[in-house]
């Protein structure tokens, strides 16, 4: 049982397996009959729980689609589709465990084998994802006649299109000229969602709902042969990825692993953060004479205006809620979608605060008191998501039409003064993100809640929620705003404003007190 | 005027089930330079930390500045440490960092330029930290530490990853720090530095 050394092959598939077994017999026990009957077990109650839902949603979906609704789906399709994209090219998307990077990439062994466990793993994580998709694509182009045959044509649709994405990502990993295809695709997919949403490809969208059953079917085909042939190019330049980019996706992946299964989450912030920086040429500017805590805040503007990509596609994210409104999302959880959205801005301008409460290094030799560092750490996000939320309540105003939509949104009787919502909820976003930004690790010790749906750990869900929850209480009297009756705008305004304020100072006051 | 800065009393500090320090005396006046010095596990950095309030002590009394040392902004805008290597603030130039730290502080104790001259950092002053050499990031640390106004530095092993030219030119810059009345306790290996300062060993027994 026990080898000494390690197994003198080189370049061959027998290479590969004696390692793989070899490391397998110093980890983790074997996999017992038991572990696999537990497995299938629950594989089984998944099905059955899940099952009866999801095939009411399918049966939901038979009949013609919306036509007012089509081109927001579309483009909420294809943007998921981008967000699949980008996030394969961020990862790697080949990558292996760092031990593996580090003792097995850089020997003698056939590269394409040592590669062939995460292929396999990237090839399921295409299809689940495929599979959404297709949901999405028949949800959004509908079911005339034939629901199971249609269905079957978008989840081909679906896995064909992530399946041939992911293998492009493969290829663009290999290879500058496939990284330009990639490119290629996510760009035209975006110009695809702007399209879409701007109605222009109405006739077109009709005329692919109403496709009869042997059209669908056909370009089904089409999709599936596609993505075999790129899926069979990707495998075979698998030994052709160059170690270097493996390595660096690799470790990446390690921290990321650690990150997230050891230490905090919001560690995984800084992996990308850094890696940007590194590559970034920069010229100093000389900082502006301010009181001490504002010179200290003044690193996030700074940042932030040396990112304006992330500046331009966080205004473009803007445009969401008008999407989201016309594919007939319900006015509350549309209100809850602009108050996310408006955190979500507000998280972009806090990085000093978390960079200071992970490692408080630099925060001790500044020397400043913590309450006046948080108030004037509190400016930049509070600026960030009170501008976001009015353009994007300004993008509902355009998308529904003399602003109807919004008011519709804000309440019956929000009449011109709607947009002021979220400028006042500015205050209780940026509380909640400071919040975000300042809390601990996950608390591994936390009990784990044995519920009927399965077990909750409490530890990353408390980690999860804080944050959010300062955010979501500042923010009751906005999310409100659709229920309230005509004539009570004025008030709801107002306790907004207050409750905004209250938040923010509590928060300032409390979190600073030892400083 | 010659109260002392530091008054440590019967301090002991357990780690785990480890004693790490046991029964630690040690008084710093103004002006001195202290070096701990002792082989590595010694206890030398947790001293430090102790000094700090970051390491609770297990028994015994420290007394920084006539009180119990406090985590708040008056202590720290008396002391500098210099410690494990910060994280730097992200997109962030080396010049920079320097230039925050000069703008926090009413009176810095020399310009930016004149920083990034005597830490020999000017040609890469446009760098972000990371992709600073180690030995040019600790001397990034130092120039910080050494801008700002402190009356007392603390350094755990100042001496890392600089070159030995530095590490001489480093031993002056404390000598100055202490001739204009700041007060300097740092745990070191090297022994050129150690050589300008009182030695301790962390069990407070003088070498």
Redesign the interface.
């Known amino acids: 049982m026990t080898r000494p050394h390690m197994p003198p092959t080189s370049g061959s598939a027998a290479g590969v397996r004696p390692v793989r077994a070899y490391l397998r017999s110093r980890g983790h026990a074997p996999v017992s009959l038991t572990d696999r009957y537990v497995t299938m077990v629950q594989l089984a109650v998944l099905a059955a729980v899940a099952g009866q839902p999801v095939a009411t949603m399918i049966g939901d979906l038979a009949g013609p689609a919306d036509p007012a609704r089509t081109g927001a789906g579309v483009a909420l399709v294809a943007l998921a589709m981008t967000a699949f994209l980008v996030a394969a090219r961020a990862a790697g998307p080949v990558l292996l465990p760092a031990p593996d990077a580090a003792w097995l990439l850089l020997s003698p062994l056939n590269r394409g084998h040592v590669l062939g466990r995460t292929a396999r793993a990237l090839l399921v994580v295409a299809v689940v994802a495929g599979l959404v998709l297709g949901l999405g694509v028949l949800a959004v182009l509908g079911a005339p006649d034939q629901l199971m045959w249609r269905l079957l044509a978008a989840l081909a649709l679906g896995v064909s299109a992530t399946v041939g994405g992911m293998a492009l990502a493969v290829l663009g990993q290999a290879s500058q000229s496939w990284q330009v295809w990639l490119t290629v695709a996510i760009a035209g997919l975006v110009v695809l969602a702007v399209v879409a949403m701007s109605g222009h490809l109405r006739s077109a969208m009709a005329v692919a709902a109403a496709a009869p059953l042997s059209v669908v079917a056909t370009v089904a085909a089409g999709g599936v042969v596609l993505s075999a042939l790129l899926a069979r190019q990707a495998w075979a330049a698998l030994g052709r990825i160059p170690a270097r980019t493996l390595v660096s996706a690799s470790t990446r992946a390690g921290h990321v692993s650690n990150a997230a299964t050891t230490l905090d989450p919001g560690a995984l912030t800084w992996i990308a953060e850094d890696n940007h920086w590194r590559a970034r040429k920069l010229a100093s500017r000389r900082w502006p004479s301010m009181p001490a805590p504002f010179a200290l805040a003044w690193h996030d503007w700074l940042r932030l205006a040396r990112r304006p990509r992330r500046l331009a596609a966080m205004a473009a994210a803007a445009a969401l809620p008008a999407v989201l409104a016309q594919a007939g999302l319900a006015p509350t959880a549309l209100w809850a979608a602009v108050l996310a959205g408006g955190l979500a801005a507000a998280c972009t301008g806090v990085s000093g605060a978390r960079r200071d409460n992970d490692n408080p290094v630099m925060a001790r030799l500044m020397g400043v008191a913590r309450r006046p560092a948080l108030a004037a750490r509190a400016v930049l996000p509070m600026v960030l998501s009170g501008s976001w939320t009015i353009l994007a309540l300004a993008g509902l105003a355009l998308a529904g039409g003399s602003g109807t939509q919004a008011a519709a949104l804000a309440g019956p009787a929000a009449g011109g003064v709607w947009w002021l919502l979220g400028p006042l909820a500015a205050p209780a976003l940026a509380a909640g993100a400071l919040r975000m930004a300042r809390r601990s690790p996950v608390d591994h010790s936390m009990p784990v809640l044995d519920t009927p749906g399965g077990a909750i750990p409490t530890g990353p869900l408390i980690w999860a929620v804080t944050g959010a929850d300062l955010a979501l209480a500042g923010c009751l009297p906005a999310l409100s705003a659709p229920l309230v009756p005509p004539g009570a705008f004025g008030a709801v305004l107002a306790a907004q404003g207050v409750a905004g304020v209250l938040v923010l100072l509590g928060y300032v006051l409390r979190a600073g007190r030892a400083g | 005027m010659y109260e002392p800065i530091i008054e440590v009393a019967g301090l002991a500090v357990d780690l785990g089930a480890n004693p790490v320090l046991r029964d630690v005396r040690l008084t710093v006046s103004p002006g001195e330079i202290v070096a701990v010095v002792g082989p590595n596990g010694c206890g030398k950095s947790t001293l430090l930390r102790c000094l ?1 309030g970051l390491q609770p002590a297990t028994s015994g009394e420290i007394r920084m500045f006539g009180e119990p040392p406090a ?3 008056r202590f ?2 008396r002391v ?2 210099l ?14 960092h320097l ?8 009176t810095p104790r020399m310009t930016v330029d004149a920083a990034l001259d005597v830490f020999a950092l000017t040609e890469r ?4 930290p ?2 600073l050499s180690t030995g040019q990031r600790q001397r990034l640390c130092l120039a ?2 050494l801008l ?1 106004p402190s009356t007392l530095l603390l350094l755990d092993e100042p001496e890392r990853g600089l070159d030995a030219a530095f590490r001489s030119r480093l031993a002056g810059l404390l000598g100055d720090y202490a001739a204009g009345g700041g007060t300097v306790v740092m745990a070191t290996h090297d022994e050129g530095l150690a050589a300008h300062a009182r030695q301790v060993f962390p069990s407070g027994v003088t070498a």
């Not at chain 2, 410690?83 to 920079?96: F, H, I, M, N, V």
């Not at chain 2, 002053?125 to 972000?128: C, E, G, I, P």
């Open positions: 700090t985590d708040n902004a720290w805008s500098a440490l410690g494990d290597e910060p994280a730097w603030y992200p997109g962030l130039t080396a010049r920079e230039e925050l730290m000069g703008a926090v502080h009413a002053a446009d760098a972000v990371l992709n910080a530490t700002r």
